[in-house]
T-cell receptor
Framework: GDSVTQMEGPVTLSEEAFLTINCTYT??????LFWYVQYPGEGLQLLLK?????DKGSNKGFEATYRKETTSFHLEKGSVQVSDSAVYFC?????????????FGKGTKLSVKP | DTGVSQNPRHKITKRGQNVTFRCDPI?????LYWYRQTLGQGPEFLTY????????KSRLLSDRFSAERPKGSFSTLEIQRTEQGDSAMYLC???????????FGPGTRLTVL
């Protein structure tokens, strides 16, 4: 079945460092890909998405490019801030079925130190 | 619009007791999803509704679990005869259609002693 694998954390960075969180997927169809973020004590929020190959999703300085050839959707940010400390989840939604549910990776906890 | 709300936010119960959680979706959203998130894992799909109809249930949803959405608005998730393995965060999400963004509630954290 469909699945998402993302790099395990925790990841600890200093402020203004470069961030990469790797995500790869397995899907039988043509999925849409997502990054969600969960700040402490809050619900999951959509950070960015891409719906087809070579699309780039971006938001709040974060970017991820849908790479069909490598089945990847790595999250990057050029300069992280303390406020970016959160858990990041990579997810896919495959339209082979009709239910539209999301399939998530295990999450990567990011801590940014001042 | 205040987003998706869930109640209670925390529930502690003893093994064998029944518990019920409530989810209030964004008012115009006709699709509602339940997910379960255990420690160190991503959310896993449990079930979803389109309006009042429950259209899909995951294999994770054992016979002790039941979900309803009686008028196509709020939804309840009941767990009967709770077990320690049921301890998790239960998340609700709503959306307009299968291809639209899902908006998540803050979750209900269940602890079974």
């Amino acid at each position: 079945g469909d699945s998402v694998t993302q790099m395990e954390g925790p990841v600890t960075l200093s402020e203004e460092a470069f961030l990469t969180i790797n995500c790869t997927y397995t899907a039988t169809g043509y999925p849409s890909l997502f990054w969600y973020v969960q700040y402490p004590g809050e619900g999951l929020q959509l950070l960015l998405k891409a719906t087809k190959a070579d699309d780039k999703g971006s938001n709040k300085g974060f970017e991820a490019t849908y790479r069909k050839e490598t089945t990847s959707f790595h999250l990057e940010k050029g300069s992280v801030q303390v406020s970016d400390s959160a858990v990041y989840f990579c997810a896919l939604r495959d339209y082979g079925g009709s239910q539209g549910n999301l399939i998530f990776g295990k999450g990567t906890k990011l801590s940014v130190k001042p | 619009d205040t987003g998706v709300s869930q109640n209670p936010r925390h529930k502690i119960t003893k093994r064998g007791q029944n518990v019920t959680f409530r989810c209030d979706p964004i008012s115009e959203h006709n699709r509602l999803y339940w997910y379960r998130q255990t420690l160190g894992q991503g959310p896993e799909f449990l079930t979803y509704f389109q309006n009042e109809a429950q259209l899909e249930k995951s294999r994770l949803l054992s016979d002790r679990f039941s979900a309803e959405r009686p008028k196509g608005s709020f939804s309840t998730l009941e767990i009967q005869r709770t077990e320690q393995g049921d301890s998790a965060m239960y998340l609700c999400a709503s959306t307009l259609g299968a291809r639209d963004e899902q908006f998540f509630g803050p979750g209900t954290r269940l602890t079974v002693l």
